[in-house]
């Protein structure tokens, strides 16, 4: 089956957004086994968008847009598709009553602008936004699928794979084969050398497309499987798998769709332990990702961000001489820093960074990049030194990764060497 | 005058690799006056390159292409664009030495492929790679311009400057106009409500072009004016800023391209004034972002996570009576806490956050997004609440948000009622 994908909105074709939509949906519309035939961008434009969704059409089964369906002015995406098949535009009342509702609930004013997030071209069938107002829909004219869902990230996300695929799949039904996917998610290797370290490896021979995807600082791979039967996919997927790890080892981190810190979170609220963070070059980062976690005041104590010595004397306890020996950037440093957050917060764990984010501050022996972690558990206070490279933003998250990567590595009792 | 942009590549239309270039491109043809007419993206294939290719052509007047240009087998735009207008292809003695010079620099091993870099179209020009070996061409065909630079990004943010504008701006004189831009940043107003404040402001009969773009949780304007002589357009700029100001006042915290926490960090540093941070619901967001702008440790002291009770009184020295009697999401317990880390820190301001980010821990009077959020100087202390209805990641953002253009607020002397 071929797919288009339409992207609509000034934003895009001004430059000022890049294109995030456009990439997900085709990597989820490749997973299906099905293809892409084009990708195209066009501004919010009442005779552009029936154009172009004229000239996918002729190329492909189904088209998916996105973007457009918001309450101001410029947000004519409904309006233009009824235009080019000829539809009139109804008011479905379900879709009106629900989002009068949010606005009653949230206490918001009430414009009649809203009212045409309700209206959707004769014959389409609403796909429901369970994160937002603008309701989706799709529209069969002429044997062909034409969907339309937001084009906020967020909303895209959940409508492609509730409301979009599942409606694909029924009226394409050649497309029923079962799918086995897995994503691993590994840190500490470039693409470069993970794609290296694999390449023995016949995917083709196993059965199973793979693709790499680098999401900043990891490194993903997805594996996939299509098969007659749901066994027969899995195990060829195991398969593939179990080759990889082999060959990543101690690089993967998670076999899924978590995120590395709600990897973390869960090890510690299943193991019960506490932990209190120090941090100085991630700034309050590591307390954050820690947070973006559901339930993480079960095991996080507190985070202090110590950015000057004063407050590393005061609030940790480092002796102002260790920081006039060694600086405050150095594995002394971070080892006091570690210990004394565990002490004073009382908690199993104790978590520390100190290092030098850049632009400037780096020096011939710590360049800008230069980062100590330490972690106490009160009976061994481990340490680990490293030298990124990147800019100061991109220098505090993989700063926050790597002791992330050090929580999960202590917790899976790897560092009785370190 | 129009212009068309062709990505290719397998990568984009598997959706592997997002499309940076479409953007990087589509924003300097704005910025150059012109406007993009379409984004197409399209894999390594022969008959499909061709096709899309014509497609954009027939609406635009120059087309920029990426991609493709590579030594590997599936590289094909030369010869697939080659074919498009029945142009044998030619090998250029200058551009094929300078790739063999490269290679036996670096001491590696030539292999015959790389001599299909050196070929290209029939009447094409070389435009030259000064950062890689893949050089770019364009060709004039029917009064149209077709350009081709790689698609490694960043090769295409050098070729494009460097190799594309110039020739457009020779062959289009009439693109010759005077740009002037501005971007206006607001907090605190949905897009439909900025839009809604705005919709009495002709900005045609103004001669100015405007555009609304979300970036969660703010808003941001656009608004471009396009004039025979540089003065005539920041006049026009000016004119129409000054409308949007009118309306939109305090919700407008920036003109330019600033983000808020290097707006704040800028004004803090300006006045000398120290900052120490207490936060629980932010979960240390509000240090982490203050921390993403170089030279932060200039102002910033300290920043505490005191996400426990126990943190909130140890480290800030909340009463265990007022956490009992008003909850730690209170407008006396946020207070406590501004006041209680402006004074251990011994700073000039101290800012706190507690709040409910969700998903759970909500109740009918203090529903998931209350958030309070407290600022003491020392004389007094200031106290705003919200009640947000976002999940939790977006209910932090927007909470840190607050925070920040609350401390902005103070510094422009608008708490005076607070």
Redesign the interface.
Known sequence: MKIGILTIG???????????N?????????QQGW?????????DDFT?IKD?LN?LLSMTDAVICTGGL?????DITSAAIAAAFGLPLYTDENVLNHIKEIFA??N?RW?E??AKQAMFPQGAEVIENP?GTAAGFFLKVEGKLIFVIPG?P?EARRMLPEGVLPVLRKHFPEAELHVAKQTIKTFGLGEGAVDNALKDIDFNALGVSI???PVFPENHIVIIAREQSRQKAQDKLKKAQDEITNRLKQNIFHYGDETLEEVVAGMLMEKKLTLA?A?SC???????R???V????EF?????????N??KM??LGVPAAVLGKHGAVSEETARLMAEGVRK??ATDLGLSSTGI????GGSKEKPVGTVYLALADGKKTHCRHFAFRWD??RN?LVFSEAALIFIYDYLLGRLSNE
């Open positions: 000034n934003e895009l074709i001004s430059g000022r957004t890049a294109d995030a456009a990439s997900f949906i085709a990597r989820e519309i490749n293809s892409v035939e084009a990708i195209m961008s066009v501004g552009k172009r000239y918001g309450p101001t002015a410029d609930k949230y918001l414009i602008n809203n994160v906020v967020g693709g790499f995807y963070v941090e991630t700034g309050g980062l590591i307390a954050s820690l947070t973006d559901p339930g993480s005041s996080l104590e507190r985070g202090l961000v110590t950015y000057s004063k407050a005061e609030l004073i917060a984010a850049g632009p400037t100061r933003r505090k």
